[in-house]
């Protein structure tokens, strides 16, 4: 029955593995990230990757997204992979309405899939990271949600960002600025977003083909979305005079003044930090304040870390309606953000120690050696391979960049000791079987 | 267009949340594995979720498993979701061949996929953490397996439990022994496997009737299945006796006797581990030992952590034959036995201090303070609910459990102090804003 040819070894387009060399910088990256969204008080939670097909899509027929639809063999229920986290959240929230304390802070870390045309930086499986604040309508919110941005950046390392923010109801507060009907927003909201990669000029030509604005029209919107002050307070208040008189914006510059405050208190500095009035964010659900990071060196990849105010997602599932605010982490367009700046020292192994192992009378001391080691918290390996000689088991220990190496020999097996190499110095020093934890972890603290 | 009946907030049959009281203990846990398996030398790998259908299933036109098929809308490549992480650990080392020094020993945790029939404790998608090695022939190498087994379970707090081993070598051997054709080995080892949940009398009737196995031939087989003595060194010695004589069983005989020298070496209790001759694994790419794990006081839920020597499943991939071993936890179903067990102490939240906020023009003093603590290391949420009382706010850190609260009222920012209240005592003291941290770390440390 084995018709056995060989298979071919290959992901799938779009599709990529992490090797111990990217997964351990990448792993602290994502300790980081947990720990900084720790400190404001989000608690993880875990929801499947596969959902209900109607789920993920709220049933809407002229639903956009390419997505992956799973089955089995033998057909059941319609599922499919989850392109965010967030529409798991708002389903989360409606299932266990009343047992969730409200606010219900969030964080949660997952692998998402989109049928994206595959190129580089775009993958259609990709790891987001998340925190959300479901149950406060306040700006305050808002506010902690860039903070946390902030905040997380830093503690990744970097320096040189902007985080900028808009607000829905400025955008939507267009359609009586500009003149065009409340069903033209999200067309014009759409292409808005693509303002950074395809330039007014473009922009400006479907927003006349499809829209039908007119040059004064465009003027109009172009004034709007070139509007730039030297202080964020100016910037309000020229935006108060542009469209402050229609209830929907003024509403949203009152937040956005609010969330000026807010981020003041919450120590985030004013070079870290801008109201950009083209930001729209692709996604439809977004209600209030849009979220979005640009890297200050490498502005061309796009966002790293978005989000926004979606107070209206929950109630596709029937649920009263709820606030909720949030921002998203793509992990691996910013791990290779982080790998073009530098900013992730490269690590092959997290191995501390490597016993060798070429002598079959030494076997059962380095055994015990080794278990006394893990037990005292140093990750050891036992050298297990092919390498029947020293050097070449000490060949392998400096390809794998391990910082020490135990060597034990007849000798030392006969007086009860064993040799500790230092390999960042190739210094070698012989101790007892009881002072090797010790003369390791001095090793590895210089 | 928007025909926006509520979607019901529901999951898929056999696929589960986990809420943060689920997921704090859960992540403690994960924590725990990750750390005990560095301690072994094992590093970090990520795969995707998403593969390449026939690498999952070898080609092979009677495999078995359920899996389930992903799909775009508009067709593409034959994609399938992983019901492992073993399968692509083969194809990974046979894509990266050149660049993966060997041994290679990586450890891998993920979600996995199976359309088994949902039922109590089996669900249709899974956490499994894996570790193995690969390029290694040695039964040293499949004794720091069980070593890891050990010492990932002692870890977790468990010390009920035995780790079965076995040996593929020996069941194969049973077909020249009990005396069926090789071809017939699949078919006994599955009935072989099925023998702790349907006891003899029930696999001894479906051996007779598909494998044709007579009332001698059955007794012979029963007589190897039964073998029990009081210490290993004489299971190995009767087994030798009964059927030492033929090449495949001896080598597996050989094997486990030095697996057994190993764990006695590297600190394995002898109560903690067993010879059971009726192990057989399901899956069937296993060709050496085979391990599993039963906790003595929840034997009917099966084993928690298995594996064995896989060394045929990298040639799948046309890559040179390499051996390899390793183990897999079920995340999913060990923690719901660590639940039962009460191995895990409840946690409702990971933040440790709640800052009050009932007063607008102490909200900015509230802010400062909150990412003072937080920058100091502590989990600090602002309250951003609607309860406007003290006494609202405080019923919602009891319902959470916070350990700390902190009180900012109109005399305490007149004086530039903070109250800072234990929520487990009820005591209540009045500190400067510079102390807060300090006074906090005491209520924590206690």
Redesign the interface.
């Known amino acids: ?13 779009g ?6 060399g990217d ?2 910088p ?2 602290k990256m994502l300790d980081t990230i947990r720990k900084t969204f ?4 989000f ?10 097909e ?2 993920l899509t ?5 639903f956009k997204m ?9 057909g ?2 319609d ?1 499919a ?1 989850r392109f965010d986290l967030t529409v798991p959240l708002a ?2 929230v ?3 309405q009343s ?5 219900f ?2 964080y949660q870390v997952g ?1 998402v ?1 989109r ?1 994206e045309k595959p190129q580089a930086g775009r993958f ?2 990709f790891v987001q990271f998340d925190a959300d ?1 479901v ?2 309508a ?1 700006t ?2 808002d506010a ?1 949600i860039i ?1 946390l941005m902030y ?1 997380t950046m830093v503690a990744l390392g970097f320096s040189r960002f902007v985080i900028k923010v808009n607000n829905r109801k400025l955008l939507n507060g267009l359609a009586g600025y500009v003149g065009f009907s409340q069903e033209q927003i999200p067309t014009v909201l759409r292409l808005i977003d693509k303002l950074d990669r395809l330039g007014w000029d473009n922009i400006a030509g479907e927003l006349a083909d499809m829209v039908g604005l007119t040059v004064e029209q465009l003027a109009s919107l172009k004034r709007f979305l070139d509007l730039r002050e030297d202080s964020v307070d100016r910037l309000l208040s020229s935006l108060n005079d542009l469209m402050g008189n229609a209830e929907e914006a003024s509403s949203g510059i009152r937040e956005l003044s609010e969330i000026r ?2 981020l003041s ?3 985030v500095p004013s070079e870290n930090w801008e109201i950009d009035l083209s930001v729209a964010r692709g996604l439809g659900y977004y209600t209030g304040p849009v979220f979005e990071t640009i890297l200050t060196d490498l502005p061309s990849i796009g966002s790293v870390f978005s989000g926004g105010r979606f107070d209206g997602l929950v109630a ?4 009263a309606s709820m606030p909720a605010t949030g921002a998203s982490i793509g992990v691996d367009r910013l791990f290779s953000a982080m790998e073009k700046l530098s900013l992730l020292p490269k690590q092959a ?3 501390q120690v ?1 016993v060798l ?1 070429f002598s079959t009378e030494c ?3 380095c ?2 050696l ?2 006394q080691l ?2 005292g ?6 050298y ?3 390498e029947v000689t020293l050097a070449g088991q000490i060949a ?1 220990a400096v ?2 960049s391990v910082p020490a190496v135990l060597i034990m020999g007849g000798n030392e097996l006969a007086s009860g000791t064993c040799q500790v190499k230092d390999m960042a110095t190739r210094s070698q020093a012989e101790v007892s079987f009881d002072q090797v934890g010790i003369r390791v972890s001095e090793i590895l603290s210089r």
């Not at 993880?44 to 209900?52: C, N, Q, S």
């Not at 047992?99 to 606010?103: A, C, E, G, S, V």
């Not at 918290?377 to 036992?382: P, R």
């Open positions: 029955m084995s018709t056995q040819s060989a298979i071919k070894p290959v992901l799938p387009a599709i990529r593995d992490y090797l111990p997964m351990i990448r792993q720790e400190s404001f008080g608690n993880p939670l875990d929801t499947p990757g596969l959902e209900r109607e789920v709220g049933g809407d027929p002229s390419q997505i992956f639809r799973a089955r089995l063999r033998d059941e229920e599922l992979l389903r989360v409606a299932t266990y047992d969730l304390d409200r606010p802070k969030r692998k899939w049928g259609r499986e604040i149950g406060s306040r305050m919110a902690e903070a905040q405050d807010h208190a919450l120590g596709r599932f029937g649920a192994t997290l191995t490597l192992n076997e059962k001391r055994q015990e080794a278990t893990r037990l918290g140093i990750n050891t390996e036992i297990l391979g092919k392998y390809r794998q």
